[in-house]
């Protein structure tokens, strides 16, 4: 286990078994499973991550009766200055439109968005592979960069954003289902699919819906277009990725899945 992780990056945790009188426990959230000896757990903002667990071994072998075991580990998170945040340019056009939405209004969005984002529904599936939301992909903005938008608080960037010129097909990063699609001043055009076990991704600032709500979707299938709605300096596509409502880097998580699925 390392000592020291990213803010948007995820562990992997080795566990004995993963069987009835085991626990585990990260930073006071149940972990997703991979297999029935490894975690997996995403890297919130916060200084560090706490993992505590409890695992029960049968006698034989090295012991002669029973006995339960007891881990308690702490990873340190690297977490990016917020005093070096970069003033957000927008044109004059999303100023006036954004004119009545208060930093208030963005905190209850982004609230909101976590309480869609957070449920557990079914399993995830490790070994499927992920597709790249858009076919060429080129970053403009880098995940979990900090941010001051005029006039508000600075923050984290809790996605990243993608080069994508309007109407850009945006295309579905895996097989899921659309538990939200809608709109925002702060979004613009939103759609969120489910992907079990607590993950999920979210495509912002889009121009056009191409799926309805509760639809299931396939890895890959156009979702929508990409646009300009919402607070933004330029068309682009916002992806993001969270699990149980921590926001992960869409660009490790892709590296991962690449080392996990079942490549066809």
């Known amino acids: 286990m390392p000592t020291q992780a990213n803010v948007g990056d995820f562990l992997e945790i080795h566990w004995p078994n993963r069987k009835k009188g085991s626990y585990l426990s990260i930073s006071n959230t149940n972990a997703t499973w991979l297999n029935?000896?490894?975690?997996?757990?995403?890297v919130a903002a916060r200084p560090s991550v706490t993992i505590v667990g409890r695992t029960s071994y049968t006698h034989g072998g090295l012991f002669r009766s029973p006995r339960e075991i007891f881990f308690?580990?702490?990873v340190k998170v690297d977490i990016p200055s917020?005093?070096?945040?970069?003033?957000l340019r927008l044109p004059a056009s999303v100023r006036t439109r954004l004119s009545?939405?208060?930093?208030?209004?963005?905190?209850?969005?982004?609230a909101r968005l976590k309480k869609i984002t957070t449920p557990v529904h079914g399993s995830f599936n490790f070994h499927e592979c992920w597709?790249?939301?858009?076919?060429?992909?080129?970053?403009?903005?880098?995940?979990?960069s900090p941010r001051t938008p005029p006039?508000?608080?600075p923050y984290y960037h809790t996605g990243i954003d993608l080069h994508a010129p309007m109407r850009t097909p945006v295309l579905a990063a895996a097989d899921g289902q659309v538990v939200y699609k809608g709109e925002s001043p702060l979004t613009g055009n939103i759609i969120i699919l489910n992907h079990g076990g607590g993950i999920y991704s979210e495509y912002m600032h889009l121009s056009k819906f191409d799926v309805a709500a509760g639809a299931q979707v396939k890895r890959g299938e156009t979702i929508g277009l990409s646009g300009a709605t919402g607070r933004v300096e330029a068309p682009h596509l916002h992806w993001e990725?969270?699990?149980?409502?921590?926001?992960?880097n869409p660009i490790r998580f892709l590296q991962a899945s690449a080392q996990t699925c079942d490549q066809e």
């Open 72 to 74: 308690t580990g702490i």
């Open 241 to 248: 990725l969270s699990w149980q409502g921590i926001p992960l």
């Open 36 to 42: 029935h000896q490894t975690a997996f757990v995403g």
């Open 131 to 144: 597709h790249r939301p858009l076919h060429d992909i080129r970053v403009t903005s880098g995940f979990a």
């Open 100 to 110: 009545n939405f208060s930093e208030a209004d963005a905190d209850a969005e982004f």
């Open 82 to 87: 917020l005093s070096k945040s970069s003033l």
């Open 151 to 153: 006039g508000g608080q």
